[in-house]
């Protein structure tokens, strides 16, 4: 699936999150009909033969009057031929029957729920505005009316524990939404989390711990075959902007490493390792950081190794062949 997507910031928001600042994000404005026009013919033009949906983020689309949302779908529905659907992103508060009605008229496929949190207390510290029945609710109704439903979840917000990151987990596993987005919480430029973290009132996740967080996350979700199409905030935001917080722009990177470092210290056995070439980037990016901390948790000098040209890309195993190299 091919998705441009199109920014509206803030558009429709009831009030401004404690953490988002949408502009710092998206670096867009509000686009004018004309330009989404241009834009998806050209989107069309050069993804002739790939699957697409135009998307609309960045704000509570569904809060928006139905007089602004026609417009919006009137200018990609034009290219309705040629695009499989709209995508749009909203607050789960912003969700009942009459609403979904009519996204399902104008060629809404899926839905993006920024839920963020399954937990009441996390709900209510963040200031968001709804609790996690009317989260739950929403993405039942969404699943009801045949649309993909997308879950986005922020962990790391203020009162987030353990505990909470296990509720959000096994709630959206028991809900089975078609993909999830992880965000972990980042301190940003001009939002009122920025003030807590000044006066000391709120603390963000280390980086370490929100990888180790967000890999957990991930292999619970795809255990229960939910899909996690993106982690972290994109990497292209101004280093001035990011106040604090664990951000970092292979984010997605480290993640991945910290995955398959589980994976093989779960399957250790005393033999040389084999890993594709794939994986090289994974062991030896970040001043070697995966390949340390495999080091350490395996009390090992040094690791047999071989590069298997013919290995799948996530695969790795133990052999008895020789090592052709030691790391
Ligand atoms: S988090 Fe969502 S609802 Fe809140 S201000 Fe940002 S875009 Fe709007």
Redesign the pocket.
Known sequence: MTILPIFIP?LG?????V??N?QLITKSKIPYQEDIKNRIEKFCNNNPDNEKEVAFF???FTNLSKKKQQEFFDSVNLFKNKISGIRIST?PDSINQDILSFCKQNNVKTVEL?IQSFNDEVLKASKRGYNSNIAIQACYLIQEFKFKLGVQLMPGLPKFSKKTLKQTIQTTIDINPDFVRIYPTIILASTELEKWYLKGKFHPLELNDAIKIVSEMIQQFEGHKIKVIKVGLHSDIDDRNIVAGPYHQSFGELVRGEILLKKIIDNFENRTLMISVAHISLFKGFNSRMLNSLKTQLNLDKIPMIIGNDLDKDNFLFTEQPAQEYW
């Open positions: 803030h928001c009831p009030f401004k999150c953490y988002c949408q960045g704000g509570t607050r920024g």
